[in-house]
């Protein structure tokens, strides 16, 4: 019961992402179609972990912390790129930056490690890609019944102006 629940919830807010890409909305979502998105995600993982309510209190503060200094970097280059820096340049940011998120992970990882086992660890990556699959699976199924709707509004809308003439 309880994972129907989480599941149907999950469902239920990517659906609201998939409303938000569809207006073409920039890069995220917004604010609060991302925290609905976010909490779908805490629930995912800390399913798929099976995380204890003490796991979860001392783990979840650290990844999020983790999660910002990654999108910072990603920031950092998306920028970069925008101001029309040339292709040398962005590569040497880029490899900068890389590096940067291997050492910001292997610095939470032994942070992280003393909250949740090894095992558990391990798990949180396959975890956070299933998440990012689900997702993005929702947003592709949105757009494809969007993409229906439209052809059939034109077909409903052709047959009329045909009957019209």
Known sequence: ???????????????????????????SPDPAAREKINAARVAYITERLALT???????????????EKQRELRHQFNQAR?????????????????????????????????????????????????FRKLVLQQVQQRQMQQQRRDIQRDRIQQKQQQRNN
């Open 82 to 130: 925008k101001q029309g820096k040339p292709a040398d340049e962005l590569l040497d940011l880029e490899y900068k930056l890389k590096q940067q998120n291997l050492d910001l992970e292997k610095d939470y990882s032994g942070k992280i490690r003393q909250t949740i086992s090894p095992e558990k660890l391990m798990n949180l990556r396959r975890a956070e890609e299933d």
């Open 1 to 27: 019961m309880k994972k129907l629940f989480i599941l149907s919830t999950l469902l239920s807010l990517l659906t609201l992402s998939a409303f938000a890409q569809e207006e073409e909305i920039p890069a």
């Open 53 to 67: 309510p003490a796991e979860a209190e001392k783990f979840w503060p650290l990844y999020r912390e983790f999660t």
